[in-house]
T-cell receptor, first 114, second 116 residues
Framework: GNSVTQMEGPVTLSEEAFLTINCTYT??????LFWYVQYPGEGLQLLLK?????DKGSNKGFEATYRKETTSFHLEKGSVQVSDSAVYFC?????????????FGQGTRLTINP | GAVVSQHPSWVICKSGTSVKIECRSL??????MFWYRQFPKQSLMLMAT?????????EQGVEKDKFLINHASLTLSTLTVTSAHPEDSSFYIC????????????FGPGTRLLVL
């Protein structure tokens, strides 16, 4: 079946630190991969995505590369800010075409201290 | 990006009553809408998928008669929690996907339900 596993949180870093949140997946076929972010009191927002192997998604200084050989999609940012404090969800969509349902990881709560 | 709204944003009701939650896509036509449930500090669990004009497809373990979903138009889907009980208290989130093979789902801000 399809599943997503994220590194457990919470993660606490100082401002300007380097961030990595690990995400691995299990899927049949060739899924698309996503990172969503949920800021306090808000709904989920798409942060970045990658639709095929070796694609790199990027947005707001965050990056993640679709690694088929290691079935991973780790989220990275070189220098985090206090405003990056949120819950981050890795997700996959198992099929091509249309708005297919998403399978989410358990979420990783990130807190950035000034 | 596309905007999805939910109404109400929070609701408190008595046990045994029914509660309706609306999900609207404000600036695009959503052929498919999804309803999720999120428990505190946990991930989103998909409850059902609804396609405009057809019956919803429920995930295993979700009671169809308890969580009624209607997707009557390309911009509106509703979730009705019937005969709500305290264990139904949760954060309910909808998302919408549009026409044309879009990969992206756009999420509403969520509705917090508290059943007393």
């Amino acid at each position: 079946g399809n599943s997503v596993t994220q590194m457990e949180g919470p993660v606490t870093l100082s401002e300007e630190a380097f961030l990595t949140i690990n995400c691995t997946y299990t899927a049949t076929g060739y899924p698309s991969l996503f990172w969503y972010v949920q800021y306090p009191g808000e709904g989920l927002q798409l942060l970045l995505k990658a639709t095929k192997a070796d694609d790199k998604g990027s947005n707001k200084g965050f990056e993640a590369t679709y690694r088929k050989e290691t079935t991973s999609f780790h989220l990275e940012k070189g220098s985090v800010q206090v405003s990056d404090s949120a819950v981050y969800f890795c997700a996959l969509s198992p099929m091509e075409g249309g708005a297919q349902k998403l399978v989410f990881g358990q979420g990783t709560r990130l807190t950035i201290n000034p | 990006g596309a905007v999805v709204s939910q109404h109400p944003s929070w609701v408190i009701c008595k046990s045994g009553t029914s509660v309706k939650i609306e999900c609207r896509s404000l600036d695009f036509q959503a052929t498919t809408m999804f309803w999720y449930r999120q428990f505190p500090k946990q991930s989103l669990m998909l409850m059902a998928t609804s396609n405009e004009g057809s019956k919803a497809t429920y995930e295993q373990g979700v009671e169809k008669d308890k969580f009624l979903i209607n997707h009557a138009s390309l911009t509106l889907s509703t979730l009705t929690v019937t005969s709500a009980h305290p264990e139904d208290s949760s954060f309910y989130i909808c998302s919408a996907g549009g026409r044309g093979g879009s990969w992206t789902q756009y999420f509403g801000p969520g509705t917090r339900l508290l059943v007393l």
